[in-house]
């Protein structure tokens, strides 16, 4: 019996992505908990939604963001939620544009 859910399991489970991204999507809120439900995080909402869906982990700090490498319709795609207040956001989306030299045009916004 156990052998069995061990299968399963690790059928269910995705494999972990690696490398370089292709694709940068960031998520813009802010990180008090006053604003956790609030229109100012509905890109980090928006984040959570993705992350959830993919299967993915945005729990890697890094950037001064919290973010993680998931793959999305074929392409791997960095969701990246910043640590910095909004106004301060373009801080942690220019360093993780330049370490991975990610085109402005694959790199998308929610917020």
């Not at 299968?7 to 992505?17: E, G, I, N, Q």
């Not at 982990?57 to 909004?86: A, D, I, R, W």
């Amino acid at each position: 019996m156990y052998d069995l859910f061990e299968k399963l399991k690790s059928l269910s489970a995705k494999p972990t992505v690696t490398g370089t991204p292709e694709y940068l999507v960031v998520g813009l809120g802010n990180p008090d908990a006053e604003y956790a439900h609030t229109r100012h995080n509905a890109g980090f909402m928006a984040i959570d939604h993705i992350a959830a869906k993919a299967g993915c982990k945005v729990n890697q700090l890094k950037f001064k963001s919290l973010c993680g490498l998931c793959e999305l319709e074929g392409k791997k795609v960095m969701l990246l939620k910043p640590t910095t207040y909004m106004n301060s956001s373009g801080e942690a989306v220019r360093e993780a544009v330049q370490f991975y030299k990610i085109p402005a045009d694959h790199v998308l916004v929610i917020y």
